[in-house]
């Protein structure tokens, strides 16, 4: 079996690292999967073996290369016109990074309690990972990437010029397969293997440096010999590099590995914090895109006429032309949908995001009901900081287990290292009430933008680290790029009316010259 070999336990997860972390970049991520998170209707499906769809799609294409902005660039590109159409009019809510970061803002809003060796304090003091992170800043890392995976592999190796460890991180996803066991309850790694990215340079060729191709390559964390062993293996399954890391000739008999779970340390994939609010997000946005296709449909009615020859029917219709057909029992009328089943979309819509919003406030320990008790509130937001209490009690306490181990590495004692988060959230929530009543304060100018701010930071909604000013500046950029999306969908509803209006024209002048030829060909002979 190759290295490169995944676990089946990171298969069945690596559905939900995708959901999650693609929900977190956004809509535009979500749009250029496509039928991943949008599947397309079946009737699309047909135009693409449709001839005359065929060639007015590359008629359309032909156009937009000439754009400076290629089509293909945009999230809403897709080669199917139905389907590029249906998907633009498709909103994918915020909801899933909104609540990622509001939950990491709640999770940091006090330091942890950290103790070290004096030996040890330049983790603490200047760096303790590769990037250059900090202890506090590193956990920070570790929390967010919780919520969006719930799994968080960090390691050691040495610093060379220094000749002390410091913390390598991998993503959820990088830690392909694995063999462990349980000491004394603690997992302990067998061995590791971590896939990687790098650049793939050919020296040989000239300038090939600027190249941003990568190729994968297989990083295993094993025993040999009894000794901790790094190995590097390529795509031919070789090893291309092996050390045996050493801190003044000491080396490890076992493997620094800790797999942090947002429940437990245990090597198998976790729970993912935040999948429940990222489907639902993704079941909002297929929906958004059905009511947006109903309202189209419902503003645009199709032609539909009978009795007509083929040779007779209209190639061009519109305000401002008659439809005329020589045979007197032929019809024409427009048929149109009635829209009656958007209403039921809509409170589908809503109610997905009223469950969206309750997943929301029980994690962030807002009660939902304004019926509750204060004592009932605050025992519900006990219950519902669990969640990120386990994930940042977990953060807190694989970075001690590294930490610990990397006292050992160091001939230091690892019972003087200590890594304490702090696990009081229900104190720092406020009530939908209270948010409400302080919403309204604002409106009503009683309560001043400044005031509202200083409540919701005090509350751990908005990081501690923000200012008002800069939180203004963030809401006034917001305002200007909503404004941008809006100009540039009215421009592209603009250019397609235009290019209809150009191709109906187009479409008269060829009926007129015809009609003309026509007349020409049957006209008698002057005597």
């Known amino acids: 079996m190759p290295v490169s070999n995944k676990h089946p336990a990171w298969e069945e997860r690596e559905y939900s690292w995708y959901l999650v972390r693609t929900a977190m970049k956004g809509q535009s991520a979500i749009k250029r999967n496509n039928t991943l998170f949008l599947p397309m209707p079946t009737a699309m499906m047909l135009l693409d073996t449709n001839p005359a769809a065929l060639s007015r799609r590359n008629e359309i294409y032909d156009t937009y290369q000439q754009s400076p902005f290629l089509e293909t660039r945009s999230p809403n590109y897709h080669p199917n016109l139905a389907y590029a159409s249906y998907k633009a009019r498709a909103q994918f809510p915020e909801i899933t990074s909104s609540m990622g970061r509001g939950l990491v803002g709640i999770a940091i809003k006090k330091d942890p309690i950290v103790e ?26 570790v929390v967010g990437e919780l919520l969006q995976t719930g799994r968080m592999p960090i390691s050691l190796d040495i610093d060379p010029v220094n000749n002390r460890p410091y913390i390598v991180s991998y993503i959820a996803e990088s830690l392909i397969n694995w063999r462990a066991g349980y000491v004394d309850g603690n997992t302990v790694f067998q061995w590791a293997v971590f896939e990687e990215q790098v650049y793939d340079i050919d020296d040989n060729i000239e300038n090939d440096i600027f190249s941003n191709e990568t190729e994968s390559q297989w990083r295993l964390l094993s025993l040999i010999n009894n000794k901790f062993t790094l190995s590097v293996y390529d795509d031919e399954n070789d090893i291309e590099e092996q050390t045996i890391p050493e801190i003044r000739g000491k080396t490890l008999p076992y493997v620094p590995l800790v797999v942090i779970g947002s429940t437990n340390f245990d090597a198998a994939p976790d729970l993912v914090p935040l999948e429940g609010v990222a489907d639902i997000s993704v079941h909002i946005y297929m929906k958004s895109a059905d009511i947006g296709q109903s309202e189209f449909m419902t503003a645009n009615p199709t032609l539909v006429y ?8 209209p190639t061009i219709i519109g305000p401002t032309v008659a439809l005329a057909f020589p045979n007197p029992q032929a019809k024409a009328y427009y048929v149109e949908t009635s829209g009656s089943g958007i209403g039921a979309m809509q409170k589908s819509v809503d109610q997905l995001f009223k469950q969206a919003e309750g997943e929301a406030k029980a994690l962030l320990g807002i009660s939902s009901s304004a019926n509750e008790s ?3 509130v605050k025992l519900k937001q006990e219950a519902s900081a669990a969640t990120l209490k386990t994930v940042v009690d977990m953060a807190a306490k694989g970075i001690e287990k590294l ?5 050992d590495w160091m001939g230091l004692n690892p019972a003087t290292v200590s890594f304490k988060a702090n696990l009081e959230f229900s104190e720092l929530s406020l009530s939908a009430q209270e948010i409400t009543a302080l919403l309204q304060c604002c409106l009503n100018n009683k309560l001043s933008d400044e005031a509202f701010f200083w409540n919701m930071q005090g509350a751990g909604l908005i990081s501690e680290e923000r200012t008002f000013q800069e939180e ?19 421009q592209q509803q603009t250019d397609i009316t235009q290019e209809a209006a150009l191709e109906q024209q187009k479409v008269a002048l060829d009926a007129q010259a015809k009609q003309k030829q026509t007349q020409a060909n049957t006209k008698p002979a002057g005597k």
Do not use: C, R, W
């Open 472 to 490: 203004q500046d963030a809401i006034e950029q917001q305002k200007v790029q909503q404004l941008e999306f809006d100009g540039a969908k009215q």
């Open 374 to 376: 204060s004592e009932t």
């Open 116 to 141: 070290l060796p004096n030996e040890m304090l330049y983790m603490l003091d200047e760096s303790a990972t590769a990037s250059g992170e900090n202890l506090l800043e590193f956990f920070k890392y």
């Open 403 to 407: 930490l610990k181990m990397a006292a």
């Open 306 to 313: 009978t009795g007509v020859d083929p040779k007779d029917a």
